[in-house]
């Protein structure tokens, strides 16, 4: 099956900084989802991003579908933004959802 | 519009006992589809249900089951429970493939 691969597996931000996180991803795909799990587990979606780019607030979203690969932008980091965000793919005609293993954020003020 | 609804929030059970657990979708989406979220393996496809029909598997054993309703509410079932089983489970919905997935607030089962 498609392979997903996020980097850095873990994050450490000072309030106000900005990252970028990416997400590799093994085979073409016609679904591309960013996620921010909250403390009680829920999946929040960010962006619907099968290719091109996209911005909501300070959150913003590429996706390069022939180069395989997704990047997350969180520019001037604040401490509501911790928390683990996940990349999941899908292949074209399927909905089974393949996730990474996650980008652990920790934003400290 | 309402989001993702799962029920029941958080369940403790025993080995070798039988659970079930249910997941209304957003209202007019078609597809519904489990996860499982261990510390070990991460999140895992269970299956996905489509029109009352199991549309696609992934690799759990048999003792995983699900089921559709022509309201498109779904259920899964997990009989003879071992303490592997415990996890967040995870329920999605989309209006079809290749659609955008929402997902709801899980159940936590805890096998003792």
């Known amino acids: 099956g498609i392979q997903v691969e996020q980097s850095p597996p873990d994050l450490i931000l000072q309030e106000g900084a900005n990252s970028t996180l990416r997400c590799n991803f093994s085979d073409s795909v016609n679904n591309l989802q960013w996620f921010h799990q909250n403390p009680w587990g829920q999946l929040i979606n960010l962006f619907y991003?099968?290719?091109g780019t996209k911005q909501n607030g300070r959150l913003s979203a590429t996706t390069v579908a022939t180069e395989r690969y997704s990047l997350l932008y969180i520019s001037s980091s604040q401490t509501t933004d911790s928390g683990v965000y996940f990349c999941a793919v899908a292949t074209y005609g399927n909905n089974r959802l393949a996730f990474g293993k996650g980008n652990q954020v920790v934003v400290i003020p | 519009k309402a989001g993702v609804t799962q029920t029941p929030r958080y369940l403790i059970k025993t080995r070798g006992q039988q659970v079930t657990l249910s997941c209304s979708p957003i209202s007019g989406h078609r597809s519904v589809s489990w996860y499982q979220q261990t510390p070990g393996q991460g999140l895992q496809f269970l299956f996905e249900?489509?029109?009352?029909?199991?549309?696609n598997k992934g690799n759990f054993p048999g003792r995983f089951s699900g089921r559709q309703f022509s309201n498109s509410r779904s259920e899964m079932n997990v009989s003879t429970l071992e303490l592997g089983d415990s996890a967040l489970y995870l329920c999605?919905?989309?209006?079809?493939?290749?659609?955008?997935?929402?997902f709801g607030p899980g159940t936590r089962l805890t096998v003792t």
């Open positions: 999605a919905s989309s209006w079809d493939e290749d659609y955008e997935q929402y």
């Open positions: 991003i099968p290719s």
């Open positions: 249900y489509f029109s009352e029909t199991q549309r």
